[in-house]
């Protein structure tokens, strides 16, 4: 049998995860895998546990995608090089619905046990790598400021009040995008920057994969309250890219500078400062797919 060893966050989500982990052993027990748990105490815990993954076969990381993003900075942090299989149970798990892994145990389970692997791209930003999104402005540090215990209740509804409290307070931010073949100057009011398709259950760049070698930056000029609403609707159809009002641009990497003092996020998590130096990294990772 081989060995897998299980990182998880048994804060994520609704905190149920933790009452699962029998179900989960049971299934890739059958799958033929001997199952290591380890329980993450914070976040300096997932670099100094990951240490004992180098033991076994497989990686398993459960949690939503700050985890997964700490897990696989870990990983290469400490040239561990395993295939990762992903159970998500965090809150909104953009990067696994962009792999097509449903919420339920089971599924996620049976397609780490069906053993078909995919290599994907990472993104890097200044020094820290990035699965699925970079992003900063308006609404995107909503993961990082809202509260945990109202994020477990609420779900996907708390990100959205958290959202609409902070919409009296937004501006524009000035920033500069240099790309290999242009240079834009405009006022904004976000940027992300995909390595997947989608980013806060939104599916913002609809033909994009984790493994074509490419990042996508969409950012959202500066305009009135009903332009904005109406940018949003389009969203959610998926109608925005030709937008007067979005910047899309398909590219190996960006610099990003601004004056003003703002937060970025990757992947959920807080990120580097301005200036901002993004592009495909020279690393891949391998990670278990249902198809």
């Known amino acids: 049998m081989q060995r897998a060893f299980l990182i998880y966050n048994p804060y994520s989500g609704n905190r149920s995860f933790r009452l699962k982990i029998d179900q989960v052993v049971h299934k890739l027990q059958l799958g033929g895998y001997i199952v290591t748990p380890y329980r993450t105490l914070s ?30 900075n870990a990983m290469i942090q400490h040239n561990i090089n395993k295939p990762l299989g992903i159970i998500p149970s965090g809150t909104a798990n953009d990067f696994a619905s962009h792999l097509g892994i ?54 996907k509804v ?78 959610l159809k998926g109608e925005h890219l030709d937008s007067n009002n979005i910047i899309y641009l398909r590219g190996k990497n960006f610099k990003i500078e601004c004056s003003d003092d703002i937060e970025t996020d990757i992947d959920g998590e807080r990120g580097p400062n301005f200036p901002l130096d993004v592009r495909v990294s020279d690393k891949t990772i391998s990670i278990f797919t249902p198809y």
């Open 43 to 72: 976040i300096e815990n997932i670099y100094e546990g990951i240490k004992f993954a180098n033991e076994h076969d497989i990686i398993i990381v459960s949690g939503g995608d700050g985890t997964i993003n700490h897990v696989i």
């Open 102 to 155: 449903g919420r339920k145990i089971t599924d996620a389970c049976e397609a780490i046990v069906r053993g078909n692997l995919t290599k994907f791209d990472l993104g890097k930003i200044n020094d820290r790598y990035f699965i699925n999104v970079a992003a900063a402005g308006l609404l995107t540090d909503v993961s990082q400021k809202i509260d945990i215990n109202l994020k477990n209740t609420l779900g």
């Open 158 to 235: 708390a990100y959205y009040l958290k959202g609409i409290e902070q919409l009296p307070n937004f501006r524009a931010i000035p920033i500069k995008i240099t790309t290999e073949d242009k240079i834009i100057e405009e006022k904004i009011f976000l940027f992300v920057i995909l390595n997947g398709s989608s980013a806060g259950g939104f599916k913002l760049a609809p033909d994009a994969t984790a493994n074509d070698g490419y990042l996508n930056l969409i950012a959202v000029k500066q305009c009135n309250l009903v332009e904005l609403l109406n940018l949003f609707i389009k969203m």
